[in-house]
Structures are given as C-alpha cells and as structure tokens.
C-alpha cells in the first residue's frame, strides 16, 4: 500500500495507506472528517473544498485529489471562512452536527465567488446540502450576514 499526502486545511500531513481511500475515509484517517450520513453525495454533509472547488468527499478518491489544497469546514479561516462561521455560531445556523459543516463550506464558496449575494443565490448554493431541522432558513440568515460583514456592513 502507498500512502498518501494531502494539504489538509494548509498543512501537508500523511495518511498511511490511504491510496486507495475515498477522501472521506482518508480524512477519518486524519481525525479530520466531516459527517458522511449517505455516502452516495446526495445529502451534501461532507462536503469540503479541493482547489477551491466544493466536492462530496464520500464520492472522491483521495489519490485523485494530487497537490490540490483540502479544506474542510474547521479549516475555513481566510476572511470568508471566519465570516461564515461567526455567522453561523451566531444565528445558531451551526447547531446541527449533521449537515452544518457542509452548510458552512457551501456557503463559503458561494461567497468566495462574490459577497454581493442574494437571498435566492444563498438558496441556490444551499440546494445540494440536506437539512432537516430549521428548513434552511437559519442557514440564509447566516449566509446573509456573512456577506453583509464582508462587504463592510453590519454582520
């Protein structure tokens, strides 16, 4: 077996044998994993950042991944990443360990892409993530006062 390096959240760490792994099972390696409820990539709970590019870690092979930067919910600390889940502890948006991690690395990359959002593109970048607690209206508020609080307004 070979093992694998990946850029987790900015640092390179080592996941024994984990050429063969999906990304989802190297990053349980690495006690870094977000939920995995379907393990099909339809209910968006383990979504992280490869690249810049949000992709379902059950789905992905982890030797795929290369040299491409790895960034899970825990990892979002660029300007963005802080608003959103500052945000997200705020609201409460953050409250449901199941499909929040996914939320927030959804949320982020829609607001990497442009702070200036609206409710109806925050609904459309939330559409691959399952929630079945508040109905996604926690999640929108959220989203909303991130990008207020990137584009200098209040959170």
Known sequence: MTDLVL?????????PNGANLT?????RV???APPALCGEGACG????L???EPVAACLTLAALVGAAPVETAAGLADPVGKAVRAAFAAS????CPLCSAGMMVAATHALRIS????????RAALLGQTCRCSGYDLQVT?????AAALQGGAA
């Open 7 to 15: 850029t987790l959240n900015g640092t390179p760490r080592t996941v």
């Open 23 to 27: 990304l989802i099972e190297a990053l």
């Open 30 to 32: 690495l006690n870094a």
């Open 45 to 48: 709970s383990c979504l992280v």
């Open 50 to 52: 490869v690249g810049q």
């Open 92 to 95: 409460g948006a953050d409250a």
């Open 115 to 122: 702070p200036w959002i609206t409710d109806d593109e925050v």
């Open 142 to 146: 959220a989203v909303m006062q991130a």
